[in-house]
């Protein structure tokens, strides 16, 4: 594992720079089911392909990225600043 | 023992990298030997008669040198310690000590090579076959294959270098290879970018700083011999301002996003570059035939070498065998050096043409087309090639035998496309350029164009097309099967054994490599890679680009595992206090990335001592952060299980941190410094992901709060006991009486002059306060403290006390008495969870975990009598584990053993029996669910 993320803040910095965060995921709402809860804790699609995840640019400006990975490649298709909406 | 004897080298001439009149001496195998500053370690070994240079992996086969190239594995040796150390590229320096390897007694008389006898015992894929029945058989061979398996030994006693230095550099253009592709690249690609230029010979140039053959390539040069315009070609990098040269330096990996692993002498790089020209060239394949591994084989170009950079005559009697043009090179090469060319065998069926054959048939130099050698004669050294004639590829009729020393071989030409290769695609990747005859360039002209081309598309911003790479030839230097025909001689497989291999299904060429290990020795394939294909095709009936390649993967060279590894780092925090530690004398523990005291010397008299007077310790270790902002109340009600926007100003609570699931997975305090202002504490070793863990929740949101990690700059001691009053108000103006400074309250006031926060919490359960101030005045402040307390009888104590006397309260430590799968409910601590509030992080794990019950339960117990379990022994209930110790100690109030456990809930009640495994047996104790010291609190708020 070698490759660049494009931090918003500081440009390209290797991927060793990064704590990984794992893939992006959509919180319950707090009356939601015991179901979902434990499905929001436990259950990753793992996808094998681009999917979006959070970074954290533990030794640079310290803030949380999102990152459009191809898990498969590497390949980094896009990082931008979260926006969950 | 005697002195190797040094035969005479040949007339001095401009390629030869020796001095003549500097020599040097070094010992190989406690033999004294001569050699010249320049020389190789091989170059002065061969010049001082020395053929053997090892043993072979499996079979233990004397070999000899073959490539002179730093590809092979045949003249790998110990040098002063270090094994597996390419003596033809290893540089001959004074005194240095080299050994032979994988061979004993010596290398000459080898014990284990009668294993080349037993070849039957050992066939391909021998481990997953033989020495398996009866079971005994495997037990006692197991040992032995053990010892003799495996090249060089470790000498783990030697004194170890400092280890190789790890370096970070960026550059906007490299260039793999320091030929005259890669040198025309760089100086191209400097017009405009920063270069690096790779190199893995202590001197550029490529093979074209001993190629004597006419040239035309520099446009402001007249034609002339090829070492002369290497030498022009090296004074121009030299003379570009912009061109870093990494002489003696293997590009061993291809990484994501162009990042080049680099192994120099002494340290590795990685570099990362904008844009890769790859330069890397071509590889001489050897020849197939048996016996194609005995000393005195070995490869034209390696001869080459001798000759012109060593000034070293190989032999008196060669024979030259060769599938290209490049043979004809080395004939001449010899021819001049003085060694009688017994024939030169060329196994192309139509005599070749050009400069090369016609200038070898005026030196008379007998050749033979379409023909090949087929047998190497002799063991410890060659004397005679069996020459037959060839029909489609096939030895038919008469065996020739022709007297000789050395046999020359020069298979294809394979392009070095290993480490482009390394990208994983067949597609070479995107901003990385390959150029020269890697590229398939035929002659140098080409290659230059094509280098020069390469540069400057690396230097430009364009995005225009790599060059294409080149696919591997559709044609194979003819090949012979047979039992000591070697294909890779890393491993000793030979065509045979690549047939058995394939007729027992591993027909896949990937598969093929798992199974036989071919490709996978120090030479990971450059001498074996073209051929193993080639047999494969012929036994399966593909074509070569149907069999395909192996998977090219890092590292393309052999690395060192402490180059790998680099220098030790362990860096230690410490904190602005750790000297008056040292000074006192205290024992020192690591935990997590700080150096902490231990004790100062006995643990219960620390603990004694703050019960009865006064303690101080540095807490400085605790993470601390600030939070401000409009928000922060609101922030800190999402994170934590409890409630703080209802904090008072100049409060403090303790408030656990629990991941979603409703595991916990921090502690510490919380005080309310002002309306839109906290301070923080987090555990000594968690702040950095609590600060991430605040952020995570913070990001992509808009709540407006700012998280500041402030543990280094903030020192804190914590002074406790029933004298801590008095002891600190000698200090300070801050009123600190009972009613002017309660339990659970924070001021900001001045102590010893500095700047300081005072919060009065009770870890210990003594009455005092946790002083925060600017680290710089840590010495200052602990001096003040301990010169203030010394009327009270001050003692300082360290962290064992502190786990001694926090346990007696039986305040928990995150991660010594809870683990990944502990909650506040189950941890007894469910009055720290605010399920009324509408969210928070955990609330669904919780309200999950609250509606399942519970099934264990932490909870403190007492010994009866005088045993003191340790950390993690079991509770058990007729012999069956059934929970766990996770704290224990003997307790200085009633000096007892004491602790904390795991316990079925059901045994979670006041005065329970339960046994706890110590030591192996089975000793009783009693829950009990009130601390063992001042179990109504009293002494902390006082």
């Known amino acids: 594992m070698a490759f660049l993320l494009t931090c918003p803040n500081c440009g390209d910095r290797s991927v060793y720079e990064f704590r990984f965060g794992g893939e992006l995921t959509q919180r319950p709402k707090p009356d939601s089911s015991s179901n979902d809860w434990t499905s929001y804790f436990y259950d990753r699609r793992n996808a094998a392909g681009t999917q979006k995840e959070w970074w954290y640019h533990k030794f640079g400006c310290r803030k949380w990225i999102v990152a459009a990975r191809n898990t498969i490649t590497n390949e980094v298709s896009e990082t931008a600043w979260p926006d969950l909406g | ?942």
């Not at chain 2, 004993?104 to 080349?116: F, G, K, N, T, Y």
């Not at chain 2, 844009?275 to 060239?281: E, H, N, S, W």
């Not at chain 2, 309310?672 to 301070?679: C, G, H, Q, S």
């Not at chain 2, 430590?813 to 007894?828: A, C, H, N």
């Open chain 2, 1 to 942: 023992m005697t002195k190797l004897k040094a035969a005479p080298r040949l007339d001095p001439h401009p390629t030869q990298l020796i001095d003549r009149s500097a020599s040097i001496e070094f010992a190989f195998g406690g033999r004294p030997v001569q050699a010249f500053e320049g020389d190789t370690v091989a170059s002065a070994l061969y010049a001082a008669g020395v053929r053997t240079f090892s043993r072979s992996f499996k079979y233990h086969r004397p070999r000899g040198l073959l490539c002179v190239a730093g590809r092979c594995p045949n003249c790998l040796v110990n040098v002063d310690g270090v094994p597996n150390v390419r003596s033809c590229t290893e540089a001959a320096r004074p005194g240095m000590n080299v050994t032979s390897q994988n061979a004993w007694p010596s290398l000459d008389r080898d014990i284990l090579s009668v294993l080349d006898r037993f070849g039957p015992l050992m066939p391909v894929g021998f481990y997953y076959k033989t020495f398996h029945r009866p079971k005994l058989f495997w037990r006692l061979a197991q040992p032995i294959i053990r010892r003799v398996a495996g090249l060089g030994k470790i000498d783990v006693d030697s004194a170890h270098p400092a280890g190789y230095a790890h370096q970070n550099l960026h550059t906007d253009v490299a260039v793999v290879g320091g030929g005259a592709t890669g040198i025309s690249a760089a100086l191209s690609a400097n017009l405009g970018a920063a270069v690096t230029l790779i190199d893995d010979s202590p001197v550029l140039g490529g093979h074209l700083r001993f190629d004597t053959t006419s040239h035309s390539v520099v446009p402001s040069v007249d034609p002339s011999p090829g070492f002369e315009v290497a030498a022009e070609l090296v004074r121009q990098v030299r003379s570009s301002a912009g061109i870093t040269v990494l002489s003696n330096s293997v590009a061993f990996g291809l990484y994501e996003d162009n990042l080049l692993g680099v192994l120099t002498t002494d340290r590795l790089v990685k570099r990362r570059a904008g844009r890769i020209v790859m330069a890397t060239g071509s590889i001489e394949q050897p020849l197939v035939f048996d016996g194609n591994d005995r000393p005195g084989v070995m490869l034209s170009s390696g001869a080459q070498r001798l000759v012109r950079l060593y000034g070293v005559k190989p032999g008196e009697t060669a024979v030259v065998a060769t599938a290209t043009n490049e043979g004809y090179a080395a004939a001449l090469d010899l021819h001049n050096a003085g060694v009688r060319v017994a024939a030169l065998v060329d196994t192309r069926p139509e005599p070749a043409w050009g400069a090369l054959p016609d200038a070898v048939r005026a030196a008379e130099i007998p050749t033979l087309v379409s023909h090949a050698v087929t047998l190497a004669e002799g063991r410890a050294e060659v004397k005679a090639a069996v020459v037959q004639k060839l029909e489609g590829g096939v030895p038919i009729g008469e065996r020739q035998r022709l007297a000789c020393d050395i046999i020359c071989m020069s298979g294809n030409l394979e392009p070095a496309d290993a480490l482009v290769r390394q990208s994983g695609g067949l597609d070479i990747p995107k901003n990385v350029y390959a150029a020269g005859s890697v590229a398939g360039a035929g002659n140098l002209a080409q290659a230059v164009d094509q280098g020069r081309q390469a540069g400057t598309l690396a230097a430009g911003s364009s995005s225009e097309l790599p060059l294409a790479g080149s696919s591997p030839p559709e044609r194979a230097a003819p090949f012979l099967s047979g039992k000591k025909s070697f294909v890779c001689f890393c491993e000793d497989i030979s065509t045979a054994d690549i047939d058995q291999a394939i007729d027992e299904g591993f027909d896949d060429i990937q598969t093929l490599k798992r199974y036989s290990t071919v490709t996978m020795g120090p030479c990971q394939g450059k001498m074996c890679h073209a051929a193993v294909a080639a047999i494969s095709a012929r036994a399966t009936g593909k074509s070569l680009s149907e069999v395909g390649s192996t998977t090219s993967r890092p590292p393309l060279q052999p690395v060192p595992m402490s180059a790998l590894a680099g220098r030790v780092h362990l860096p230690i925090k410490r904190t602005p206090m750790d000297r008056k530690h040292i000074d006192l004398g205290a024992k020192m523990v690591d935990l997590g990335p700080w150096r902490r005291p231990f004790s100062y010397g006995s643990p219960q008299d620390e603990s004694i001592s703050v019960r009865e007077r006064v303690g101080i310790i540095d807490v400085s270790t605790l993470g601390k952060l600030d939070v401000r902002g409009p928000d922060s109340p609101a922030l800190l009600d999402k994170v934590y299980t409890h409630n703080f926007s209802g904090l008072r100003n100049g409060r403090i609570r303790y408030g656990v941190l629990c991941a979603d699931n409703g595991t916990i997975m921090d502690d510490g305090t919380v005080t309310r410094l002002a309306d839109d202002r906290y301070f923080i504490t987090t555990t000594s070793g968690n702040v950095e992901s609590i600060e991430e863990w605040f952020k995570w929740w913070m990001a992509g949101t808009d709540i407006e709060a700012y998280v500041t990690n402030v543990t280094s700059g903030f020192a804190a001691i914590n002074v406790a006991g029933p004298k801590a009053r008095e002891t600190l108000s000698k200090l300070t103006d801050i009123d600190l009486s009972t009613d002017g400074f309660r339990y659970m309250r924070s001021k900001e006031g001045v102590v010893a002059g500095v700047p300081s926060v005072l919060l009065r919490i009770g870890f210990v359960g003594e009455t005092g306060w946790e002083v925060h101030f600017p680290g710089e005045f840590g010495e200052h402040m602990w001096d003040a403290l301990m010169d203030a307390g010394r009327d009270f009888g001050i003692a300082p104590f360290g962290l064992e006390a502190q786990r001694i006397l926090r346990l007696e309260k039986g305040h928990i430590i995150v991660g010594q008495d809870t683990d990944i799968v502990s909650t506040p409910l189950d941890s007894d601590m469910e009055w720290v969870v605010r399920f009324e509030k509408e969210d928070f992080i955990g609330r669904g794990g919780l309200v999950a975990a609250r509606d399942r019950g519970l099934t264990n339960k932490l909870v403190g117990f007492r010994m009866r009598d005088g045993t003191v379990p340790d950390d993690g022994d079991p509770i058990v209930d007729r012999g069956q584990p059934i929970g766990k110790v996770t704290s224990a100690r003997l307790s200085p109030t009633i000096g007892k053993g004491f602790g904390l456990a795991w316990v079925p809930v059901e045994l979670a009640e006041e005065g329970r029996n339960i046994s706890i495994r110590i030591a192996g047996a089975d000793v009783p104790a009693t829950v009990s669910l009130t601390p063992v010291y001042d179990s109504e609190g009293k002494r902390l708020k006082e």
